[in-house]
């Protein structure tokens, strides 16, 4: 019983839910762009995949073991359902060096969803205000074009060692940095007050604006919230390998990592996490991409 009322409030204290949401959307057809089958460069640690004209990276993230979490007891700024700390191993991957372009998803899709909630427009700027199952649709959309590498989102083990630098660590509270300023946008960089439009970089900003963490990713601390595959929930404290979370129930909240261009920097930390639920979505809440070799 302390067990379920621990998860209760859990649950309460950290989902988020958009004011605007909507019904996942129903099946529309690819970008006409995207119809083709891309075109792949590859190196020792990056994949370039060319959808239509438009290209992106994936990053190889070398599998190892790392301790996951932060201790709310140790750490000042830690919240409690980052903890409890715990040791998990993870096989190797690829994650995109970037957040998802409005680019990229125009050329899968052919148009934006949810166009009263959007605010930020720009090909290189994060897809913003989409909802977990827009998500969804849109990696089915792309591995419909690609038969080489298999898409999704990460899991949050994946997303949380590749914010850290993978196997490259050095510890940093952010990804790639101790100095929040140097790596994300956040309120420290985009103004406290998120009605004054007219602060100095106010609002999303374009990928890549920021310093690399390790491994060469952008963007993890900060600019939009990313999507993960998992399910919110307490973490386990045992050793775990390739850990994909709780199972989902009913309509489950789903992690979401990085903080975004209007929280506060402990939000933005490596380890922060919470809940958003599935049909949510806001201007500051995207998503990245992984993929592993069919």
Not at 38 to 44: F, I, R, V
Not at 115 to 136: C, L, R, S, W
Request: with cysteine.
């Amino acid at each position: 019983m302390k067990k379920i009322l621990m998860m209760v409030v859990l649950m309460a204290m950290t989902l988020t839910v958009s004011a605007q949401q909507r019904k996942a959307p129903a099946k529309k057809a690819a970008g006409t762009a995207a119809r083709k089958a891309p075109a792949k460069a590859a190196t020792n640690n990056v994949v370039t995949i060319n959808v239509g004209g438009t290209k992106f990276n994936m990053i190889k993230v070398q599998g190892g073991t790392f301790k996951m979490g932060c201790d709310p007891e140790a750490v000042k700024e830690a919240y409690f359902q980052e903890g409890p700390v715990h040791q998990v191993t993870l096989s190797t991957y690829y994650i995109a060096e970037t957040e998802v372009t409005q680019e990229l998803w125009t050329v899968i899709m052919g148009k934006f969803p949810n166009e009263i909630g959007f605010k930020f427009k720009g090909d290189n700027y994060p897809m913003h205000d989409v909802t977990y199952a827009q998500v969804q649709e849109f990696i089915q959309g792309l591995n419909m074009v690609n038969s080489d590498y298999e898409f999704r989102l990460p899991t949050e083990a994946e997303w949380e060692f590749a914010a850290r630098g993978g196997v490259k660590s050095k510890g940093t509270k952010y990804s790639g940095s101790n100095d929040v300023k140097a790596v994300g946008w956040t309120k420290e960089t985009c103004g406290d007050d998120f009605s004054d439009t007219s602060a100095p970089n106010w609002g999303l900003h374009a990928v890549k604006t920021k310093a690399p963490n390790e491994l060469g990713l952008y963007d993890m601390t900060g600019n939009v919230r990313e999507w993960t595959a998992d399910v919110f929930g307490q973490y386990e404290a045992g050793a775990q390998t390739n850990p994909k979370g709780p199972a989902a129930e009913n309509d489950p909240g789903y992690v979401i990592r990085g903080g975004g261009w209007d929280e506060e920097a402990a939000k933005c930390r490596v380890t922060y996490r919470e809940g958003y639920w599935s049909t949510g979505y806001s201007h500051d809440t995207g998503f990245r991409l992984v993929c592993t070799k069919k």
